[in-house]
């Protein structure tokens, strides 16, 4: 007489519903550390490219960098939209996108006297924390998640955007 049968064939059971549910626990929690990534890329991003993408009313016009201090560069504010006005100090955050000497085409931001660069430089430029986030996303997303191909979709699209941003700048 063999009676062990149904308790081993109830404990299978149960370790296969523990392990789905570890499983389970673990696509959902790095599909959302997955999501928070992307959306912390978007969200820095937006930041300047919302200036540079809805440049329909705002001011516009260029800006030759006369100084660079700390983090920031001024220099002289010529417009070219209508409406706008010329400045004789207007701000950008200095980074390896602005060299002094230069003269950018740029979008004011509205209430300041703080310029991002506007065009498809600075539209690229702006959105250069999503580049960034996607590359760090597809690692979570091969790893975690056990999606090569998208994992690789995904780091192919940052590495692009950030390979042409470097090279538009």
């Given at each position: 007489?063999?009676?062990?049968?149904?308790?081993?064939?109830?404990?299978?059971?149960?370790?296969?519903?523990?392990?789905?549910?570890?499983?389970?626990?673990?696509?959902?929690?790095?599909?959302?550390?997955?999501?928070?990534?992307?959306?912390?890329?978007?969200?820095?991003?937006?930041?300047?490219?919302?200036?540079?993408?809805l440049?329909?009313?705002?001011?516009?016009?260029?800006?030759?960098?006369?100084?660079?201090?700390?983090?920031?560069?001024?220099?002289?504010?010529?417009?070219?939209?209508?409406?706008?006005?010329?400045?004789?100090?207007?701000?950008?955050?200095?980074?390896?996108?602005?060299?002094?000497?230069?003269?950018?085409?740029?979008?004011?931001?509205?209430?300041?006297?703080?310029?991002?660069r506007?065009?498809?430089?600075?539209?690229?430029?702006?959105?250069?924390?999503?580049?960034?986030?996607?590359?760090?996303?597809?690692?979570?997303?091969?790893?975690?998640?056990?999606?090569?191909?998208?994992?690789?979709?995904?780091?192919?699209?940052?590495?692009?955007?950030?390979t042409?941003?470097?090279?538009?700048?």
């Amino acid at each position: 007489m063999i009676p062990a049968m149904p308790a081993v064939t109830a404990s299978r059971g149960s370790r296969q519903s523990t392990h789905a549910a570890l499983r389970f626990g673990r696509l959902a929690a790095m599909g959302a550390v997955a999501g928070l990534i992307l959306i912390a890329g978007v969200w820095a991003s937006w930041g300047t490219a919302q200036h540079v993408m809805l440049g329909k009313g705002r001011e516009q016009g260029t800006m030759t960098v006369k100084a660079c201090s700390g983090e920031r560069c001024t220099g002289p504010y010529t417009p070219t939209s209508a409406g706008s006005k010329a400045r004789a100090r207007v701000t950008i955050e200095q980074s390896v996108a602005v060299k002094k000497g230069q003269t950018y085409t740029v979008t004011v931001k509205p209430g300041s006297s703080d310029v991002v660069r506007s065009g498809p430089a600075g539209l690229l430029y702006a959105w250069v924390p999503l580049g960034g986030a996607l590359l760090l996303a597809s690692v979570v997303v091969a790893g975690g998640l056990r999606l090569t191909r998208v994992a690789w979709v995904m780091a192919g699209l940052g590495i692009a955007q950030l390979t042409v941003t470097f090279l538009a700048l």
